[in-house]
Structure formats: C-alpha cells, structure tokens
C-alpha cells in the first residue's frame, strides 16, 4: 500500500510568501489514511505525546517507518533547499484540541522544518485551520489557510517571521508533527539548562 503521494509533492510549489511553506492535499493517500486512524497512537490524554513514547499499530509504524527514510529526508531536503543529513528527527501526535491551543508562535529556534500531518477525514469548523500568517499580533493577516483534514501535509522553514496560529477549536483533531532540528543548538539549550540547575542549587545552598 503506498502511503504518499510523492508525485503531488514534487508537483507543489514551494510558497515564499510571508515564509518558505508548502502544502500538499491529501500526501497521506486515502486507504494509507484510513489504515493510519485504524492504528492510531493510543494517547493518556490531551497534549502532545512523543511518538516513541507511545503504542500504535502496524500500519501507523509502516508511515512512520516511511517519515524516517533518507527517500522522504532527501526529498525534503530539495524542495527546501536545505542540507538535512545529521538533523535529528523529532515527533509528536495529538488527538484533541484544547481552548489554549493555537496561539501566534513561531517555533523554537531549535527547529529547521517543521511538518504538519492531519488525520481527520472531514473539516467543516473555521476553528482550528491553521493560518500561515503575515505578522505576530494579528489572526486575521494570513497568506493562507490549512485545512486540517484528509491527509493534508503542511510544511515549514521554521524563521523568525514564520508566523502560524489558529482561531479556537475544542474537541478531535488528529495531528502529527515532526521537526529536523539542530542537534548543536539543542546541546546547547541543555548546557544551559544544566549550567541554571547548578546555579539555582548552589544559591539553595543544595549542590
């Protein structure tokens, strides 16, 4: 069973405005998706859950299996521009949209790409569509809309004016996302964060 569809990848044009973006209806092909929600993650609760913290079925193993092939790396890596050999994968999936959830960021400086899979088979809410946006301080100034269903992939170099964000939404909303980061600047994000506890333990008089 194909899983992507790598054909309306290549055929998709990489956008470069407000940011470098793409969007790509229905990647996930239709019976890759049905297979994918059939084995779904089970999820503790609401938030995001790492993937390799988590139990799914085959079928979801086959396209994560898929996501993590130089194939769909080197892939990536074209479309972007970007050199992507050495970048570590990180991922996370989520069930269920919470009130706090889609406020305007740009994510972490520790990411390169940032990709955007969704599950649910039907969309009909204007919450909860995520908008690529044009500034920090304002929902409605977007360049696009995501709608958040039938294997839809959307894809991101993460920037310092990549802006994106929705307008509420309680309830399902199945989501995978999955990041190439930096491996030096996550090292050394937890220098830093072992140079604080060390401090703060010190001056508690606790090292």
């Known amino acids: 069973m194909a899983m992507l569809d790598f054909a309306a ?12 973006y793409l969007v790509v209806p229905g990647f996930i092909t239709p019976q890759a998706l049905d297979a994918i929600n059939r084995d779904y993650p089970s999820l503790p609760g609401p938030g995001s859950h ?17 996501l993590n092939s130089p194939e769909f790396r080197a892939r990536f890596g ?10 570590p994968v990180m991922a996370t999936v989520r ?4 009130p706090t959830d889609g406020s305007i960021h740009t994510d972490s400086k520790t990411k390169i790409i940032t990709i955007l899979f969704y599950f649910n088979k039907e969309w009909p809410h204007t919450g909860g ?31 310092g004016n990549s802006f994106h964000g929705h307008l509420p939404f309680v309830g399902e909303r199945r989501i995978m ?7 030096k600047r996550i090292a050394k994000n937890e220098r830093k964060r072992h140079s604080l506890k060390w401090r703060i333990k010190k001056a508690l008089g606790l090292g």
């Open 95 to 98: 069930e269920f949209c919470e």
């Open 177 to 183: 996302q999955m990041h190439w980061v930096d491996a």
């Open 78 to 87: 074209r479309k972007f521009g970007i050199d992507l050999d050495g970048s």
């Open 129 to 159: 569509r995520l908008r690529i946006l044009r500034s920090a301080g304002d929902l409605e100034d977007y360049a696009d809309e995501v709608v958040p269903e039938r294997g839809t992939m959307l894809a991101f170099r993460r920037s």
């Open 9 to 20: 990848f290549d055929a998709a044009p990489l956008k470069r405005d407000p940011y470098d």
């Open 50 to 66: 790492p993937v390799d913290k988590t139990e799914y079925g085959p079928a979801f193993a086959e396209f994560w299996q898929e």
